[in-house]
């Protein structure tokens, strides 16, 4: 007969003994609390684990996430704030080759999958929804479902307990499956280089 293994840390046998178990029925009265099955079938209270501090950007994740309810909604308008003043300040479309050139562009020659967002946002932002279309048409038509998301969860955050809330908008992995695949059928055919497909490179 072969002698028992020693508990590896972390394990039932290495905690307190005088730990009581909390019975079978555990994860489902205390899921709060995290449990071991042990060997003889009976759930006890997981050994705590040394938690690795959190960096400078953790934390203040942490604090806009856990701060006051309007904290988190208006930290990421700000930060929309910034590409949408860039787009208004520059101008894309008459901006010089030079000037915020798409880096896969400039070696392949090929439009890569965000090419002609930032001209599409800047037709969206001045009302012309056509040339918006001609420059990124998937990004023209996602705009809408991500605007909507964004007002929905931003009130359902800052009024929890509003008689009136905005349905929230589920997206399943199917369905943000279709979408991706249909955005690289859009990368692929804008770049093919016959009538009409040509009027899709930009």
């Known amino acids: 007969m072969t002698e028992a293994a020693a508990a590896p840390e972390g394990s039932v046998e290495a905690l307190d003994a005088s730990a009581p178990p909390c019975g079978p029925d555990c994860t489902v009265h205390k899921v709060h609390q995290a449990v071991v099955l042990g060997p003889d079938g009976r759930y006890y209270p997981a050994p705590d684990y040394p938690k690795r501090p959190a960096t400078r950007l953790g934390r203040f994740f942490g604090r806009v996430v856990n701060g006051p309810a309007w904290l988190a909604p208006l930290a990421l308008v700000m930060c929309m704030t910034l590409p949408v003043w860039y787009v208004?300040?520059?101008?894309?479309?008459?901006?010089?080759?030079?000037?915020?050139?798409?880096?896969?562009?400039?070696?392949?020659?090929?439009?890569?999958?965000?090419?002609?967002?930032?001209?599409?946002?800047?037709?969206?932002?001045?009302?012309?929804?056509?040339?918006?279309?001609?420059?990124?048409?998937?990004?023209?038509?996602?705009?809408?479902?991500?605007?909507?998301?964004?007002?929905?969860?931003?009130?359902?955050?800052?009024?929890?307990?509003?008689?009136?809330?905005?349905?929230?908008?589920?997206?399943?992995?199917?369905?943000?499956?279709?979408?991706?695949?249909?955005?690289?059928?859009?990368?692929?055919?804008?770049?093919?280089?016959?009538?009409?497909?040509?009027?899709?490179?930009?």
């Open 88 to 202: 208004l300040a520059n101008n894309p479309t008459d901006a010089e080759p030079d000037l915020g050139a798409c880096a896969f562009k400039m070696v392949t020659g090929f439009d890569c999958p965000g090419c002609g967002g930032t001209r599409a946002l800047w037709y969206v932002l001045h009302g012309n929804l056509p040339e918006a279309a001609r420059y990124h048409a998937i990004a023209v038509f996602a705009a809408p479902f991500l605007v909507y998301m964004y007002l929905s969860w931003a009130w359902r955050r800052m009024f929890p307990n509003a008689r009136f809330t905005l349905p929230k908008l589920r997206l399943g992995p199917n369905t943000i499956s279709v979408f991706l695949a249909v955005w690289g059928v859009f990368w692929v055919v804008r770049n093919l280089p016959w009538a009409p497909f040509t009027s899709l490179y930009v």
